[in-house]
Nanobody, 123 residues
Framework: QVQLVESGGGLVQAGGSLRLSCAAS????????MGWFRQAPGKERELVAV????????KSADSVKGRFTISRDNAKNTLFLQMNSLKPEDTAVYFC????????????????WGQGTQVTVSS
């Protein structure tokens, strides 16, 4: 059974930082794209950042460019999201996802999903 388990969420003041982790089990994602998505209350889920199988290519939402960095450790089957200069509008549930392809820039390419971790940024 494939599992993606996020950790590292929490409550932080505006301007602060958090580092999210996503541990995968049940299969290896070393040949697959992975990504972070988020969903704020009353809004649709949106792409935050995605990374190719080897980490060579990344794509981030305009709203997080320069503040968030996605990375991965294939040896540990783990995905990360370093979030700096957090803003109240970053408040959302953050989801880790794995694709069936080695690159995925669209949500529809992601077949495996974690349960999500809450990030709350206070002003």
């Amino acid at each position: 059974q494939v599992q993606l388990v996020e950790s590292g969420g929490g409550l932080v003041q505006a301007g602060g930082s958090l580092r999210l982790s996503c541990a995968a089990s049940g299969r290896t994602f070393s040949s697959n794209a992975m990504g972070w998505f988020r969903q704020a209350p009353g809004k649709e889920r949106e792409l935050v950042a995605v990374i190719s199988w080897n980490g060579q290519f990344t794509k981030s939402a305009d709203s997080v460019k320069g503040r968030f960095t996605i990375s991965r450790d294939n040896a540990k089957n783990t995905l990360f999201l370093q979030m700096n200069s957090l803003k109240p509008e970053d408040t959302a549930v953050y989801f880790c996802a794995g694709a069936n392809t080695n690159w995925g820039a669209a949500e529809r390419q992601y077949a495996y999903w974690g349960q999500g971790t809450q990030v709350t940024v206070s002003s």
